[in-house]
């Protein structure tokens, strides 16, 4: 029987793999209609979006069990490191050092949004089953030409890399380039857009079917990109706008996993897996979102002093290293079958 080319379904596919995006443009209206301000959108995409997303992270890592045998000492070396290299600075160079491994954060975090892409390309190319290896490259390419390249086309005016919280504005180190530049990377940027709906176009024209799926997740990730880093003026609405919208995707994603975890009985030394098999996932989300607040907390109430933002710099940092490993299907080859992708 040949696969739908679904990775759950159509309904749970766009509610959270697409559609989804959404939401985040639902807050970029309502900021430029005054209805929130850019500290506003800032704030609830964290407390709704950004830290329940970070939680679910740990439901397959750190509060597992068996990962925790299998990989708990290299967790705890990268949580000192990650303490060392985002505290000290903050303590010595406040405004020198720390300023630079702030945005080294910010950088990852964008290369990390990316990289969640490709794995859902990925998947979607798995369900739709047919896709060589050459194609599955250059839509991978097409990924990487469509998120990147709206960055450097924001490049083109510091003012576009400065986040404004009020009266405090923090510059993103990035560099300034020329028009020329800006103009041969627009007309790169169109010519990518223009070859992947022409492939399309032409492999439909030909009896290929079943590129839906796949076709949405591209398209959606291609408009959340170009209207953050080319539409939107504010950096802070623009980085909620990228950032919710992968939030979504991997709440859905890791939701799907582990209720499948716990459908098949799998809960042995996992707490969360345990309770969405008891049927409490009411409880699930709610401490989801209490962990979002608690280190939030922080940030909110420290606000000019530097280590008010060590909190969400240590769970966010700590989220690229690990989020990069359990995905590893090689490493974690239960990771599939709960994902629905092959047998047991």
């Not at 290369?111 to 599955?136: A, I």
């Not at 345990?274 to 996932?281: D, V």
Request: hydrophobic share 55%; proline share 5%.
């Amino acid at each position: 029987m040949q696969s739908s080319g679904w990775i759950v379904g159509p309904r749970y596919d766009t509610l959270f793999f697409t559609a989804s995006l959404a939401v985040p443009m639902a807050m970029w209206a309502a900021f430029a209609h005054g209805l929130m301000t850019g500290v506003a959108v800032y704030v609830a995409f964290q407390l709704l979006f950004n830290l329940p997303h970070n939680f679910q992270t740990w439901t397959m890592s750190v509060l597992d069990e068996d990962d925790r045998a299998k990989n708990g000492r290299t967790y705890v070396v990268a949580a000192i490191v990650t303490l060392l290299v985002f505290g000290v600075p903050m303590i010595v160079s406040p405004d020198g050092v720390y300023p630079w491994v702030r945005d080294a954060l910010i950088y990852w975090g964008y290369y990390h949004l990316v990289r969640q892409h490709y794995g859902f390309q990925r998947m979607y190319e798995r369900k739709l089953g047919g896709v060589t290896d050459r194609e599955s490259f250059w839509y991978g390419r097409y990924l990487d030409a469509v998120s990147y390249l709206p960055l450097l086309i924001r490049f083109r005016d510091p003012d576009l890399m400065t986040i404004q919280a009020g009266p405090a504005r923090s510059w993103i180190h990035h560099p300034v380039l020329p028009a020329p530049a800006v103009t041969a990377v627009i007309a790169l940027y169109a010519a990518v857009i223009a070859a992947a709906v022409v492939h399309h176009v032409v492999a439909y024209a030909k009896g290929r079917r079943g590129l839906l799926p796949r076709a949405l997740l591209l398209a959606s990730v291609t408009i959340c990109f170009g209207l953050a880093a080319v539409v939107i003026s504010d950096l802070i609405v623009a980085i909620a706008i990228v950032t919710a919208f992968h939030n979504l995707q991997y709440l859905g994603l890791v939701l799907f996993h582990n209720r499948n975890r716990a459908a098949q009985g799998d809960t042995r030394g996992n707490v969360p897996i345990a309770w969405l098999a008891g049927g409490r996932a009411a409880l699930y989300a709610a401490v989801s979102l209490f962990y979002g607040i608690a280190l939030f907390a922080p940030r909110a109430l420290f606000q000019t002093t530097k280590l008010g933002e060590l909190p969400i710099a240590f769970v966010v940092a700590m989220h690229y290293f690990v989020d990069a490993r359990v995905w590893k299907f090689k490493d974690y080859p239960k990771r599939g079958v709960w994902l629905l992708l092959k047998k047991a």
